[in-house]
């Protein structure tokens, strides 16, 4: 294996992780890493490992190494990079709900919404946040927002439960 080719690295990385296999992803991710310190997808990757084996805390430092490395990235125009920075603040932002630190969640569900306004699952995040702090009117127009954009929505989706429903339907 040449140590230089990163990508191929990163992607023994992916392939580990797709078999929970996440010490050895993360081997793979900071040998990445050590090529190419501000390669944004191996620490993205170091994320997905670290909360797949519940060390959330160590995942976020991840992810807000990504998000730093991506914002100096960052074009408008380049549709791939507001995705993957997107979804990095779902993440974060998520991370933040399980520590029911829900002000800062919200704040990372916002950025989310601001780069892909159209991607659904910001929306429902934050609809779910708003709705924990009892903020009931910004959480059905979250989730109106997120029905409104799914072009199908998935009826069998668990992650909305009928006790949510009914304030959608408010």
Known sequence: L???????????????????????????????????????????????????????????KSY?????????????????????VCETHIKVGQYYDDILTLSKSIAEYKKAKKLCPTDTTAYKQLGFAYKDIKMYKEAIGEFKTYLDLEKEPDINDKTISKDDSEIILK
């Open 2 to 60: 040449d140590e230089t080719n990163f990508g191929a690295l990163h992607l023994l990385g992916e392939i580990a992780i797709k078999q929970g296999e996440y010490e050895n992803a993360i081997e793979y991710f900071k040998k990445v890493l050590l090529i190419d310190s501000t390669n944004s997808l191996a620490d993205i990757g170091l994320g997905d490992c670290f909360r797949n084996l519940g060390k959330d805390r160590i995942a976020v």
């Open 64 to 84: 807000k190494r990504a998000l730093e490395t991506l914002t100096n990235k960052y074009h408008e125009n380049d549709p791939e990079v507001n995705k993957t």
